[in-house]
């Protein structure tokens, strides 16, 4: 197992070289939301905000982060060289699956190499989700059917040679680039230890975040997991409708669950779970709540009412959580009190139009 000081300096060292991308990679605000806590009965809960991060979501950091690194790979170059106009070289494709923002990602790494992107769509994907990875100069290939079917037809793609395939999901344990993916995801753990400690703050007892196929709650869970303070609940959220973490960790493999999966939370509407994620999720003793739709629409709101960031479903899925649990008196059998501090992850800005 990495220790922290490992995990912190790889972090850090991913910053910086997205930070010489662009100054949109600088550290997201830690938001002090205190008229929430008092709401919900808390000591405290604190918003990580990446809606301020780069392309407006944490994704920027692990899908463009790993699809540089594999060009570099491939190229047998580092990021620093291959970005480098003097060293520029002929490269391929990358290709990926996505519900918007793994795709924008992945796209806006290809344009900053100088070579070409296709993001393979479900036929759900809102217009405007779409229109963002094209202006990033990317191909759309519109796939019927659920985000797994658009992974399927991409992990085709790939095999068939038509590029690197940059995917944030794998049923192989090892896969680099989902493990780059992942580590590029570190850096929000990373800023939100120097966060807190900055502004004085106690350490967080509980962390609420959202689960499409596990990446992000994998990586919160290693970077914050043992600097936690106790009882350091890791609980993952998810949609009732796409609920592949706790489906994997029920049935102790990797499912893939029936459905449409159609839910409010867009970018949570995942059918099966990354195997890597699911890995460490399961030795961090992580637990699942589950969210209705109703809960998960009202959470923007909510946060918004008690001055926090304007975010989606998606975006505000952590809150969803906290909701359901209040609302449904389950607070006890997670170990919340008044005293417990809460952490959330605002994955994504609302959207524009």
Same mark, same amino acid.
């Given at each position: 197992?990495?220790?922290?000081?490992?995990?912190?300096?790889?972090?850090?060292?991913?910053?910086?070289?997205?930070?010489?991308?662009?100054?949109?990679?600088?550290?997201?605000?830690?938001?002090?939301?205190?008229?929430?806590?008092?709401?919900?009965?808390?000591?405290?809960?604190?918003?990580?905000?990446?809606?301020?991060?780069?392309?407006?979501?944490?994704?920027?950091?692990?899908?463009?982060?790993?699809?540089?690194?594999?060009?570099?790979?491939?190229?047998?170059?580092?990021?620093?060289?291959?970005?480098?106009?003097?060293?520029?070289?002929?490269?391929?494709?990358?290709?990926?699956?996505?519900?918007?923002?793994?795709?924008?990602?992945?796209?806006?790494?290809?344009?900053?190499?100088?070579?070409?992107?296709?993001?393979?769509?479900?036929?759900?994907?809102?217009?405007?989700?779409?229109?963002?990875?094209?202006?990033?100069?990317?191909?759309?290939?519109?796939?019927?059917?659920?985000?797994?079917?658009?992974?399927?037809?991409?992990?085709?793609?790939?095999?068939?040679?038509?590029?690197?395939?940059?995917?944030?999901?794998?049923?192989?344990?090892?896969?680099?680039?989902?493990?780059?993916?992942? %580590? !590029?995801?570190? *850096? +929000?753990?990373? $800023?939100?230890?120097?966060? =807190? &400690? #900055? /502004?004085?703050? @106690?350490?967080?007892?509980?962390?609420?975040?959202?689960?499409?196929?596990?990446?992000?709650?994998?990586?919160?869970?290693?970077?914050?997991?043992?600097?936690?303070?106790?009882? %350091? !609940?890791?609980? *993952? +959220?998810?949609? $009732?409708?796409?609920?592949? =973490? &706790? #489906? /994997?960790?029920? @049935?102790?493999?990797?499912?893939?669950?029936?459905?449409?999966?159609?839910?409010?939370?867009?970018?949570?509407?995942?059918?099966?779970?990354?195997?890597?994620?699911?890995?460490?999720?399961?030795?961090?003793?992580?637990?699942?709540?589950?969210?209705?739709?109703?809960?998960?629409?009202?959470?923007?709101?909510?946060?918004?009412?008690?001055?926090?960031?304007?975010?989606?479903?998606?975006?505000?899925?952590?809150?969803?959580?906290?909701?359901?649990?209040?609302?449904?008196?389950?607070?006890?059998?997670?170990?919340?009190?008044?005293?417990?501090?809460?952490?959330?992850?605002?994955?994504?800005?609302?959207?524009?139009?």
């Amino acid at each position: 197992m990495t220790s922290d000081p490992d995990t912190l300096t790889a972090a850090d060292d991913i910053a910086k070289q997205l930070s010489a991308l662009s100054p949109a990679y600088a550290p997201t605000p830690l938001l002090d939301l205190r008229s929430l806590a008092t709401r919900l009965g808390v000591a405290q809960i604190l918003a990580k905000d990446e809606g301020r991060r780069m392309l407006g979501s944490f994704k920027s950091l692990g899908g463009t982060y790993a699809g540089l690194r594999a060009l570099a790979r491939f190229a047998g170059k580092d990021i620093a060289q291959l970005l480098d106009p003097v060293n520029r070289t002929h490269l391929p494709a990358l290709i990926c699956a996505s519900d918007g923002n793994h795709g924008l990602a992945v796209a806006s790494a290809a344009r900053f190499a100088g070579t070409s992107a296709r993001i393979f769509l479900h036929s759900r994907v809102p217009a405007i989700r779409a229109q963002r990875i094209a202006m990033q100069g990317a191909e759309i290939v519109w796939i019927d059917g659920t985000y797994d079917d658009a992974v399927d037809a991409a992990a085709k793609a790939g095999r068939a040679g038509a590029g690197i395939l940059i995917a944030d999901t794998t049923d192989a344990p090892d896969d680099p680039v989902v493990a780059d993916v992942m %580590a !590029g995801y570190g *850096v +929000v753990a990373a $800023e939100t230890r120097r966060q =807190v &400690a #900055a /502004a004085g703050h @106690q350490r967080p007892t509980h962390i609420f975040v959202q689960a499409g196929v596990g990446g992000l709650a994998c990586a919160m869970g290693e970077g914050l997991r043992t600097w936690m303070a106790p009882p %350091a !609940g890791l609980i *993952v +959220v998810e949609p $009732e409708k796409s609920a592949c =973490v &706790a #489906a /994997a960790l029920e @049935q102790d493999r990797i499912v893939r669950i029936p459905g449409d999966l159609e839910t409010a939370a867009e970018m949570l509407s995942c059918g099966e779970a990354s195997a890597p994620a699911m890995a460490v999720l399961r030795r961090l003793g992580a637990r699942v709540v589950t969210v209705d739709e109703g809960t998960l629409e009202q959470a923007p709101d909510v946060m918004r009412e008690h001055d926090g960031p304007a975010s989606t479903p998606s975006g505000a899925a952590g809150l969803a959580g906290l909701l359901r649990l209040v609302a449904d008196g389950g607070t006890a059998g997670f170990g919340l009190d008044a005293s417990s501090r809460i952490l959330i992850v605002v994955t994504e800005a609302a959207l524009d139009g």
